[in-house]
């Protein structure tokens, strides 16, 4: 009973595993082992993160706000009016500005953060069959800003323009630069918010636990999954491209194992998972320089984006109620498939190549539990938490920032 | 004792966790976005206002970005020209007179070699035409000519629709300051095929005592039909013509 109490609260880790198409650095303790029959268990994980740095797709750690920061040529602004583009050249050359001049630049912050909830309820149906579910419901927060400061070639011609009573087009020009990313944005069908704050649905999770060995120096269990597509808030407006879930039906399998030695526990598991293909709205850049995604088709056909996760873990068992874990964490997500009728096929190719991603992370945590209290009548209630921080190492297309992670947990 | 040890690893681990959380590196930027809805201006303060002089011009599409600075270079020199001919306005020495006089001179010839680029220029002054603003249901472009010879006269267009000020959004509209509004029609008379509808988006350059000038952009719409110097009749024209406009009394 002791021994089943304490693998059960641990179970639900594994349950309310990385359910966000954003990789972060949560970690999942493992333990093998489920809840004793006809028990219940109900527990909420608390995930939160910065979102300042991001692992680039080449690997690089980069801070948001530089995805705004960028120069500004008056080739940019010639290419970029299909209409009036020849004209605005001939009007900056009648001015004595060369097309590769620099116009000036856009200066940005970007800060952020993301606090996920993941509830999780589990159900004993045999000593060594349970049922486990989790649904992430995920808080995005983030304030951006951004300015246009002119070069000093910029303000030389707009000085021009109001000495040779033009005052009203230099006018026009400046709120034109002043306002150009948002209109840029605008243009390319996306929501410009500086401040955003959304809750949304993750992907639901159901898991079954089978536990194969339960002896006291060696467990080990394995868990069939399928994965629901909950996920909401599928806009393509949304600038960040924050998803809290693939919203894509998937099923996986994780085989977990627990050696025990004294008061030292070791840990490992793997987890497969493979989503099905769907269809989907999906943004697609317009050549493999467009990194805004200017263009936009509903009815993508989406296939691929399967995942593979290891643990390595080592817990330090205080006699009665803490532990002390550490534990490396990696994960890898393979590129998506994407096909489309709307667009060429290298338009869906460049998107694809943008689509995986990988993080190796670790991880430290400190948990208490009453289990043992509980066993003994000094606590009302079996229950347990957890607080630990995870560390991402190196990553692609991840967050960069550490995730601190809260969980607590009750049994009845 | 050990309690309070426990209470303490507890503590050290939150502080420590709390550390890690990603400090700003820099402070904020302020958005220097203008606002939307800063201007409120009424057309009445132009009432029974008089157009003493208009001028529209509009090219054909496909012009190369060098000819579009031959449009913009001739412009260029005509507002410095107008300019000088103002700072001497009111000086009746000779040497005035004479500078006056070559500006003119040179103006006039600038806006020939902008008419040979040109697809269709209007120009005329109040002694062509007598258009005021007026107020019935609302304040409306109100024209009779006066010298139906004006070669430039533009087919002597009506005004259509309302005069009004219009305080764009800067992020989602092509033109991004306030400005006046004003349509401008010519209907179809046989025999001539010039038949459009333009809208006027000017902006206040410059106000003296009982004038006020007005720069901006000429929009005619996509059905318009202009008329080339050789009496080709022609759609699609560029989108984005220039328009000069003084009101006075």
């Known amino acids: ?412 | 004792m050990k309690k309070l040890d426990m209470k303490s690893a507890i503590l050290i681990l939150m502080l420590a966790l709390t550390a890690c959380g990603k400090k700003n590196e820099s402070e904020p930027v302020t958005s220097t976005l203008p606002g939307r809805n800063g201007v409120a201006r009424s057309v009445s303060e132009l009432k029974h206002k008089r157009i003493r002089e208009l001028f529209v011009v509009l090219f054909e599409k496909n012009f190369s970005p060098e000819e579009w600075k031959f449009v913009f270079d001739q412009t260029n020199i005509l507002s410095s020209n107008k300019k000088k001919i103002r700072q001497i306005e009111g000086l009746d020495d000779d040497a005035s007179s004479e500078i006056r006089g070559k500006l003119i001179t040179e103006n006039a010839g600038l806006l020939t070699a902008l008419s040979e680029k040109s697809l269709f220029m209007m120009n005329w002054s109040i002694q062509d035409e007598n258009c005021k603003l007026s107020l019935k249901d609302f304040w409306q472009l109100v024209c009779k000519p006066r010298n139906i010879n004006n070669p430039l006269n533009g087919g002597l267009p009506h005004g259509v629709g309302a005069v009004e000020w219009v305080n764009p959004d800067p992020i989602t509209s092509v033109t991004k300051t306030p400005y006046l509004r004003i349509r401008l029609q010519r209907d179809l008379e046989e025999p001539m095929p010039l038949a459009y509808q333009m809208e006027l988006r000017l902006k206040e350059e410059r106000i003296t005592e009982g004038e006020s000038w007005f720069k901006g952009e000429a929009l005619p719409m996509s059905d318009s039909v202009f008329v080339r110097q050789d009496g080709t009749p022609v759609t699609g024209v560029f989108p984005y013509g220039y328009a000069e406009l003084t009101l006075g009394n």
């Open chain 1, 1 to 412: 009973m002791k021994q089943l109490f304490l693998s059960a609260l641990l179970v639900l880790l594994v349950a309310s595993g990385d359910s966000h198409a954003q990789m972060m650095s949560s970690y999942l303790r493992e333990q093998t082992g489920t809840l004793p029959q006809g028990r219940i268990l109900i527990s909420v994980v608390g995930v939160q993160s910065s979102l300042d740095r991001m692992f680039t797709k080449e690997g690089d750690s980069k801070s948001l706000s530089s995805n705004l920061n960028r120069e500004v040529k008056v080739n940019t602004i010639v290419q970029d009016e299909p209409v009036r583009g020849a004209q605005l050249a001939g009007m900056f050359l009648s001015n004595g500005v060369d097309l590769a001049d620099t116009v000036g630049a856009i200066e940005g912050s970007m800060t952020g953060s993301v606090n996920g909830k993941v509830p999780v309820i589990g159900y004993g149906v045999t000593d060594t069959v349970g049922v486990y579910l989790n649904l992430p419901v995920i808080e995005f927060n983030l304030n951006a800003n951004y300015r246009f400061v002119q070069s000093e070639k910029m303000k030389a011609f707009l000085a021009k323009l109001r000495d040779s009573d033009q005052t009203s087009v230099a006018k026009e020009f400046e709120v034109a630069l002043s306002t150009s990313l948002e209109n840029k944005l605008y243009r390319s069908g996306y929501e410009w918010n500086t401040t955003l704050k959304k809750n949304v649905f993750g992907d639901a999770r159901i898991n079954v636990v089978k536990v194969l060995n339960s002896g006291f120096s060696f467990q080990s269990q394995v868990q069939p999954f399928v994965i629901l597509p909950t996920a909401t808030d599928l806009s393509l407006q949304d600038l960040y491209g924050l998803k809290a879930g693939d919203h894509r039906l998937g099923v996986g399998l994780k085989y977990a194992a627990q050696k025990q030695w004294s008061i030292f526990q070791f840990n490992t598991s793997v987890t497969a998972t493979h989503l099905f293909p769907a269809q989907q709205g999906r943004r697609l850049p317009k050549d493999n320089a467009d990194e805004l995604n200017e263009y936009l088709d509903e009815q993508v056909w989406v296939a691929g984006g399967d995942q593979l996760q290891g643990q390595v873990q080592m817990r330090y068992l205080f006699p009665r109620w803490v532990g002390l874990s550490f534990g490396l964490d990696w994960k890898q997500r393979w590129n998506e498939s994407w096909s489309g009728s709307k667009y060429s096929p290298d338009l869906y190719g460049y998107a694809e190549e943008k689509t995986g991603s990988s993080l190796f992370s670790t991880y430290a945590s400190i948990d208490l539990n009453s289990i043992q209290s509980f066993l003994e009548g000094g606590f009302l209630f079996p229950a347990a938490a957890e607080l630990g921080v995870g560390l991402p190492i190196v990553g692609r297309n991840a967050i960069a920032e550490p995730v601190i992670q809260l969980q607590g947990t009750m049994f009845f």
